[in-house]
């Protein structure tokens, strides 16, 4: 399944985020000898758990919602940080990268989903913290792209709609913010049921879990 899913993605050079969440070493160990090199998890104790066994040259994603007080854990490792979502967490996360003397790479998580539950700002947040003072301080961050979860619903039409908003929302951040910044760049959005759709929408990065590993 791994090389099949890679095949699909190299003729439109999307990233493969392995999500792991759940699984043991053994399967993670596994899809390694594979290749395979980035993977991502959802909680932080079982993140810093696995980076602790697992070979050194994997990059650890943090995919799912961070909470401020556990940014310190992950912060030695972690490569890239998907689902910023408030100023408060990118100024821990600013924080601890500084500690350990990094700067790590981050997403801006927006809500496009239809579920008032996912979490994520929206474009006027954004902007409002993109211009702050504070934003502009921040010297162990540095913002790659956008990230997001569509609706998890069957409606096709619907589900693109959401992605083509997070593309639209990446496109205005890009032209208004970043037009001179190489490294804004990534769109996160695509999971095991909509990652073709969201390919064909312009991602740069899908996060797979269950087609790769199996159901949780
Ligand atoms: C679990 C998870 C995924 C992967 O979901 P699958 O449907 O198993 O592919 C992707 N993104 C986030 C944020 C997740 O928590």
């Known amino acids: 399944m791994l090389q099949q899913i890679l095949k699909e993605l190299a003729a439109t050079n999307t990233t493969l985020v392995a999500v792991s969440k759940t699984k043991p070493i053994e399967a993670i160990q596994a899809m390694y000898d594979q290749g ?12 810093v758990e696995k980076e602790a066994v697992l070979p050194k040259d994997i990059e650890w994603h943090q995919i799912g919602h961070l909470q401020t007080n556990k940014v310190k854990y992950i912060a030695p490792f972690v490569s890239l940080i998907h689902a910023v979502d408030s100023l408060k967490l990118l100024k821990e996360i600013n924080k601890q990268a500084a500690k350990n003397d990094r700067v790590i790479d981050c997403l801006l998580q927006f809500h496009i989903a239809e579920e008032s539950s996912k979490f994520g700002f929206d474009e006027a947040e954004v902007t409002a913290m993109l211009k702050s003072e504070t934003f502009k301080e921040f010297e162990n961050i540095r913002i790659v792209g956008v990230m997001g979860m569509a609706t998890f619903t069957d409606n096709e039409a619907q589900v ?25 760049k990534e769109i996160s959005m695509g999971m095991s049921g ?4 969201a390919v064909s929408e312009g991602s740069t990065m899908v996060r797979i879990g269950s087609l790769l590993f199996g159901s949780r």
């Open 36 to 47: 395979q090199r980035i993977f991502g998890e959802n909680r932080v104790q079982e993140l």
């Open 160 to 184: 693109k709609q959401e992605f083509r908003q997070l593309k639209s929302h990446f496109d205005t951040l890009k032209d208004t913010f970043f037009s001179t910044d190489i490294h804004f």
């Open 194 to 197: 909509d990652y073709q759709l």
